[in-house]
């Protein structure tokens, strides 16, 4: 199938899985987070909360959000005040 060995579509299968399965945990964390920070009196911005598509697209392009994220988690924690 494609010209791959038997052994290489495993891997790659592997691979995929491992990749939807760390943006399911991206997408936890993330909704985890933002319940948190709504719990502690945090004002969150009506566009963090996500539906069902939302969910599924990021969960296809979490590193991205998972740079952004990091990005505004340490902009916050770390930023110095004036």
């Known amino acids: 199938m494609f010209g791959f ?10 691979f995929i899985l491992w990749y939807l ?3 399911v945990v991206f ?5 985890i987070s ?3 920070a709504k719990s502690k009196g945090v004002k969150v911005p009506d ?3 996500w539906n069902w598509s939302t969910r599924i697209m ?3 392009i979490w590193p991205i959000g998972l740079i ?3 990005k505004g988690y340490i902009n916050e924690r770390y930023k110095t005040k004036k």
């Open 5 to 14: 060995s038997k052994n290489k579509r495993k891997i790659m299968l592997r």
């Open 21 to 23: 399965f760390l943006g």
């Open 27 to 31: 997408n936890f964390v993330v909704d």
């Open 34 to 36: 933002t319940e948190y």
């Open 47 to 49: 566009q963090s909360n």
């Open 58 to 60: 990021s969960a296809f």
């Open 68 to 70: 952004f994220y990091l």
